[in-house]
T-cell receptor
Framework: GIQVEQSPPDLILQEGANSTLRCNFSDSVNNLQWFHQNPWGQLINLFYIPSGTKQNGRLSATTVATERYSLLYISSSQTTDSGVYFCAVLTGGGNKLTFGTGTQLKVEL | SQTIHQWPATLVQPVGSPLSLECTVEGTSNPNLYWYRQAAGRGLQLLFYSVGIGQISSEVPQNLSASRPQDRQFILSSKKLLLSDSGFYLC???????????FGEGSWLTVV
C-alpha cells in the first residue's frame, strides 16, 4: 500500500516562530488533506489540497503532486497550535484516507 | 450544514464484553462512512469503510465488525473485547470519491 511519511516527527517552537512540516507519499494520490489533532483528540480539517497552494490565516499549504510531497507552513506560532499535525492522502478510487505518521508540535511561551 | 455525531464519548469495558459504538451523519445523503482507530501514539488506522447501506469493506483482520443499517448510520461492534482493542475510535464521512473527509468527536475505549 501507499506509504505516507511526515517530518519532523517532533517539533518544539517558541511562540512567534515559524515552521514547515513536510509530508511525502510513495504513490500517486487522488487528493490530500492536512489535519490538526488537538489535545482532546478532535481532528480538525485544515486544508484540502490536491495541488497548488492555499492559505488560511497564519497557515498555508503547498502540494506538488508530481513530486509526491506537501508542505504545511505555520507562521507566528501560538500555544494553541500545539498538537499533532497529520497529512492524509486519498487512494483506492478516492474512498480510502491513509494517514501519515504525524508531527507532534509543542509551542512554548 | 452537515454534522457527524458518535457516541459514547468514553467507555470502560471488561475483557470479553461486547461493544457497540454508533455514528450518525446529518444533513447529507448517501455519504461514504469510515471507522478509524488510533492506538497509543499517533497513528490512525482505517478499520472499515462503507459506500452504501449494507456495503462494508474491512481493511484489517481484527476482533471488530461494522454495519450500516441505515444510510447515515454506521455501527462498530465486537462480540468479545480484547485488551488490544483499547484506543481512540473515530468515525468519519465524506460526500464521495475525492471529497473532503470530516471526523466525529471520537470515542475513547479502555478495555480492562
Amino acid at each position: 500500500g501507499i506509504q505516507v511519511e511526515q517530518s519532523p516527527p517532533d517539533l518544539i517552537l517558541q511562540e512567534g516562530a515559524n515552521s514547515t512540516l513536510r509530508c511525502n507519499f510513495s504513490d500517486s494520490v487522488n487528493n490530500l488533506q492536512w489535519f490538526h489533532q488537538n489535545p482532546w483528540g478532535q481532528l480538525i480539517n485544515l486544508f484540502y489540497i490536491p495541488s497548488g497552494t492555499k492559505q488560511n490565516g497564519r497557515l498555508s499549504a503547498t502540494t506538488v503532486a508530481t513530486e509526491r510531497y506537501s508542505l504545511l507552513y505555520i507562521s507566528s506560532s501560538q500555544t494553541t497550535d500545539s498538537g499533532v499535525y497529520f497529512c492524509a492522502v486519498l487512494t483506492g478510487g478516492g474512498n480510502k484516507l491513509t494517514f501519515g505518521t504525524g508531527t507532534q508540535l509543542k509551542v512554548e511561551l | 450544514s452537515q454534522t457527524i455525531h458518535q457516541w459514547p464519548a468514553t467507555l470502560v469495558q471488561p475483557v470479553g464484553s461486547p461493544l457497540s459504538l454508533e455514528c450518525t451523519v446529518e444533513g447529507t445523503s448517501n455519504p461514504n462512512l469510515y471507522w478509524y482507530r488510533q492506538a497509543a501514539g499517533r497513528g490512525l488506522q482505517l478499520l472499515f469503510y462503507s459506500v452504501g447501506i449494507g456495503q462494508i469493506s474491512s481493511e484489517v483482520p481484527q476482533n471488530l465488525s461494522a454495519s450500516r443499517p441505515q444510510d447515515r448510520q454506521f455501527i462498530l461492534s465486537s462480540k468479545k473485547l480484547l485488551l488490544s482493542d483499547s484506543g481512540f475510535y473515530l468515525c468519519a464521512w465524506s460526500g464521495g470519491v475525492g471529497n473532503t473527509i470530516y471526523f466525529g468527536e471520537g470515542s475513547w475505549l479502555t478495555v480492562v
